[in-house]
């Protein structure tokens, strides 16, 4: 799959791969470890949905749905028409189709070959676009997906490192790991701040965004996500050139001790309305 003509590099080994080369699906431990991920940011983005609109009467697509904790939300408690989750591996979606959760197994990128799709009034991507090459291509054709009048609510990671802490086993191992999932996978995490412009470029209105940073305190899911995530990581940190195992290890007992005092990585959320056609 190639970057789009804005980013005017060539794709790199393994980009967009985030469920082959890094993080599969199939591994034992996936499934919780998204779902701390879950806990922590759901009620987030609940709010946000609810603000924008997500309700009865409303048809929504869920993109990278995963373990599907939005998408059965959206069906059941926020009594939307319909929701399609929609991820390239649906194991964990497939238990939850119902009457207005329909599951989806599809590549985003290849979007147009899914007959039938339809059009939507809300469409959601959360920790998605970071992931993948070619995100202005990715979002125009998400905004042809939209009704006149619709919502796209993306959401993806946001740094905010100390400028005073620059060699913490800690920071190092942050920043290891964000240059890591760049060579591995193509995760660019410094252009989620040009959503905003993306979506704006992509022709919505009304675009607007808000950065959380939720709590990081050691025994809480999010402190459990990202020692999960670094554990699973550890065989590609560790790589020649990257981080060596004393300083990981480090990162790894701060994360779950009582001296832990971080800002931790937060979610960028970025959204826009698709303006309603002249009469």
């Known amino acids: 799959m190639a970057r789009a003509s804005e980013e005017a590099v060539p794709e790199e080994p393994g980009a967009g791969r985030y469920g082959e080369t890094l993080f599969r699906p199939e591994q034992p431990g996936e499934g919780e470890r998204i779902d ?28 990278g749905a995963g373990t599907g904790t939005v998408a059965r939300w959206l069906a059941q408690e926020a009594g939307v028409d319909e929701v399609v989750a929609l991820d390239r591996d649906t194991s964990r979606l497939t238990p939850l189709a119902g009457p207005r959760l329909r599951v989806l197994e599809a590549d985003l990128a290849h979007l147009a070959d899914e007959p039938g799709l339809g059009t939507f009034d809300l469409i959601h991507a959360r920790f998605v676009l970071m992931h993948l090459p070619g995100r202005r291509a990715l979002v125009s054709r998400l905004v042809e997906l939209l009704n006149p009048g619709g919502h796209l609510v993306l959401s993806d990671a946001a740094d905010v490192p100390d400028p005073a802490d620059t060699g913490s086993a800690y920071r190092r191992t942050l920043d290891t790991m964000w240059r890591t999932l760049g060579e591995t ?46 554990q699973r990581m550890r065989s590609d940190l560790l790589a020649p050139g990257r981080l060596d195992a004393a300083t990981l290890d480090e990162a790894l007992a701060y994360l779950v001790s009582p001296r832990l005092a971080e800002l931790g990585p937060g979610m960028l959320t970025v959204w826009g309305r698709r303006p309603v056609s002249p009469a």
């Open 36 to 63: 701390h991920a879950a806990v922590v940011y759901d009620p987030y983005t609940r709010r946000r949905l609810s603000a924008l609109g997500a309700g009865p009467g409303v048809r929504c697509l869920d993109v």
């Open 185 to 230: 996978i193509g995760t660019d995490i410094a252009a989620v701040r040009s959503h905003p412009h993306t979506l704006r470029a992509a022709g919505l209105e009304e675009v607007a965004a808000e950065l959380v940073c939720p709590p990081l305190t050691p025994g809480a899911p999010l402190a459990g996500f990202w020692v999960d995530t670094l």
